[in-house]
DNA sequence: GATGAATGAGTATTCATTCAT
DNA sequence: CATGAATGAATACTCATTCAT
């Protein structure tokens, strides 16, 4: 119940934050449109500051837990094809928090200290156990670039892993930008784009 | 006189909205360090957001006007070379500037307006005049354009120009993003992304 | 059992405020310290205020009521010094309920309140039965004036039984800030100034 | 002209601390009472904080220059008088002052914050200069402390110096509170109290 | 041209109090 | 009897903008 209603007023912080920005969004007009006073807001979260970071870690979370790859640790060809379409699925899906996340990122001060927040859930997270939330980004361009590290054997004389990795995660970025800020997107456009990256890169 | 201390203000304004961003900085901040008093500043830019329109206009007619390529309307591969080191050049020169610039394409409501301040001052233009400077993108995106097409001829029978423009413009974004938001950039490292994303259009 | 739980919330409530302050103690606080609901709070006391008027009532009437000297209308001189030592020793006990008094004193409201609600209880009580609580003060007082008057006959010529009840009074003063603001109070030290307070009065 | 509008203020604002207390008392208040906006007062005043910090030292500043005491290093029994009756014209004079103070002394943690406030201040003056006039309160209390050392030669054998200052700051304390709190003062009662003062201890 | 005093709407946050459950 | 969700008025403070000088 409580649980509900939380998960209400983060939804539609996200949906302000994403499209009118964090600092442009006003307390007042989260609480009216999720249909609350003011004052309640602060009942379920102690501040604008917690809110933000209370749906960063929520998305973040669900994001990171809906690859479930085999966890050996590499990837084969056919699973990194995979990671760009679930990529290509999350950018789609979770649009708003990846025009937060974008926005937050170009902000000097909020990046730094959205990377701090997730440093502090790290340190709590116990030895021996499962990695933490906060440590799949991590994981993911390790096993990404340890794929391209695998594929030197048959890449010829020039090829160079670091700078094919960095050549993908560049492709991606600008893949995401395009994806998460086009107001209309067709699909069928965005699939050629896709099997042109995954041409390029697999 | 007038127009160098509004060239004043303006790269002072610059530099502080990029770094703190637009909302976060007072116009006591840039009077301060623009060395003038708060009021002063009203007799030089209307508002705060006329300030705004007003750096975003002048950065843009630079950033066009820099390139001087031979406009009979298409690119020999040689100038298409060009314009990605020119564009590279500008994305280390003009760095204030974009981090501004993505900091509004990223809001909703700056965005529209951006783009509108662009149409305005275009339906101003009148016909058989010289393009208004806000006509520049849309020229640059079409001779780009053009430059893919005419490849086909030598490109073989899969080849899709609208494709290779898609992906082109995409990996252009990625590698703008990451030049502009990278705090230490190794220019060797730099080059070498250049030269693979000349490789993969050229 | 209802009393009960109202006394534990009184001296819960009057711990905080004696330390952070009335004002600077949020209902929330206390309710949690005595580990009931907010709501319920408003069970037992109508409202802040009301919790707070039934603190001082109570703890005047406690303070009043330990006095339990012989009232016959006059003090002996070792009634006297008993009253001195007993206001010394109630200082020591009730400190938290000193703190509060004294700053709602300093407050031109809420003295005006404080001294109004006494009046209003007074206003109540009915004519031939014992004195009501709040006479207590103006019956103490007199008793103290009597005893200066008393003296007199012994005190020589010069001797003004007012102006003696005035500077005890003033003294007694003096000694309560002292003793209820001090931090760490010397009990030797404390005892000197109390027979030095007693060898001039007495 | 600006010195004049500040001064302004922080009169207004010390009657409203001293009678409605500080917490109690809304900036919104001082602004209207002082005939200017909101807004104005924190050009003149960084916070809240600061306009009270400015009130204090001032008044503080006023009050010990006021004590234009030969500075031998010791009082004659003339001046201990002088001094005395000083105090009592202070009370008088400054007496939303002294609500204020007593005020915030009976704030556990204002009362930190207001001798913390010295204290800095304390550390930025220079040594081989003036004493701070933060350094006035120790000084007055030693040479007040010396007297009664210097007065235990005519003192008799059982005359305890240490027990007459504190005796004497006690009686000051009960002085001030009487003569700060009391609502109509009869000025020829007080003169009565001050010389019975002067009696006990010069 | 140049200043900075002045304004007031707007922001995040707190908290006594009410009331449906 | 008991809870805590819900409200909204109040508070300190910020800032773009205006205007008398």
Redesign the pocket.
């Known amino acids: ?2 649980e509900e ?1 939380k998960a209400l007023i983060m939804d539609v912080a996200l949906l302000h934050f994403a499209s009118e920005g964090y ?7 989260i ?1 009216r449109h999720a ?10 979260f ?4 917690a ?1 933000l970071t209370a749906i960063i870690h929520k998305s973040v979370n669900e994001i990171f837990h809906s690859f479930d790859i085999n966890r050996d640790g590499w990837l084969s060809e056919d699973e990194f094809e995979f990671v760009i379409r679930k990529i290509n699925e999350i950018l789609k899906e979770k649009r708003s928090f990846w025009r937060l996340l974008m926005q937050l990122m170009i902000q000097n001060d909020a990046r730094e200290q959205f990377l701090k927040s997730f440093e502090v859930q790290d340190s709590l997270s116990h030895p021996g156990h499962e990695p933490g939330d906060n440590q799949y980004p991590a994981l993911m361009m390790k096993m990404i670039k340890d794929y391209f590290y695998n594929k030197k054997k048959t890449g010829g004389e020039n090829y160079d892993p670091d700078s094919e990795f960095d050549m993908f995660i560049l492709a991606m970025k600008g893949f995401a930008v395009t994806r998460v800020y086009s107001d209309d997107i067709d699909e069928g456009h965005n699939e050629k784009l896709l099997n042109r990256i995954i041409g390029i890169f697999k």
């Open positions: 119940m409580r209603k600092f442009n969004t006003a307390i007042r007009h609480a249909g609350i006073s003011k004052g309640l807001m602060y009942n379920y102690e501040s604008k500051d809110l």
